[in-house]
């Protein structure tokens, strides 16, 4: 499979407990984008990044989340010190560059903050 | 400031009937209109997109309309299918950005 990976698919959490979700981008893909999507709303964008950048970073909330895009591996959504409200579907794309061409989703990670 | 409109909500067609789906933009800085569908569980899909220099694009049963004027475009299904039950985000994108503003969705049901 050549799609978008991510993992794991559910993760469930509680309050105060660290959350890291995982992004392998397509092929090729060197620009990686983080979305969140609460239930039954749209996907809100919240970080860019390409190999070793952060490009925009403009939807991230300002404490307890961070991402990266390691020169070798996947790229990283971390959330430091959940709370219920942090339960969301956050969803990874990729795109061969960053001038409008098409993303590409992965099928999500279901986080859940008991 | 909410960038992106879409409607309806929720939508039923029956079977074989045609799906019209209507999206209304504000930022005329946009440059590539693409519709995504998502099925429960899954990550949204590229369905179709369309780029300002065209008014309509066609691929099998999924058309897009686009009226630069009114900054709207429109995704329409012809002969409407069951397996076409998914919900529907309009998803402008401009290039400087790159980011993709999704509209809010709208979820289609397909009675067969």
């Known amino acids: 499979n050549a799609g978008v990976m991510q993992n794991p698919r559910h993760l469930v959490r509680r309050r105060g407990q660290e959350a890291r979700l995982r992004c392998s981008p397509m092929k090729g893909h060197s620009h990686v984008y983080w979305y969140r999507q609460l239930p039954e709303e749209g996907l809100k964008f919240m970080v860019y990044?390409?190999?070793?950048?952060?490009?925009?970073e403009s939807g991230m909330p300002k404490e307890r989340f961070s991402a990266e895009f390691p020169k070798e591996g996947p790229s990283i959504l971390r959330i430091q010190q959940v709370v219920r409200g942090d339960s969301a579907a956050y969803f990874c794309?990729?795109?061969?560059?960053?001038?409008?061409?098409?993303?590409?989703f992965g099928d999500g990670t279901r986080l859940s903050i008991l | 400031q909410q960038q992106v409109k879409q409607s309806p909500q929720s939508l039923i067609v029956q079977k074989g009937g045609i799906s019209i789906i209507n999206c209304a933009y504000e930022?005329?800085?946009?440059?590539?209109f693409p519709w995504y569908q998502q099925f429960p569980g899954k990550g949204p899909a590229l369905l179709i997109a369309i780029r300002p220099d065209v008014s309509e694009k066609k691929e099998g049963r999924f058309t897009i309309s686009f009226n630069k004027s009114a900054k709207q475009f429109s995704l329409h299904i012809m002969d409407s299918q069951p397996g076409d039950s998914a919900t529907y985000f309009c998803a402008p994108i401009y290039s400087s950005a790159s980011k993709i503003i999704f509209g809010s969705g709208t979820r289609l049901s397909i009675r067969p």
């Open positions: 794309a990729s795109s061969l560059t960053g001038d409008n061409q098409p993303q590409h």
């Open positions: 930022n005329t800085a946009f440059d590539y």
């Open positions: 990044l390409q190999k070793e950048n952060i490009i925009d």
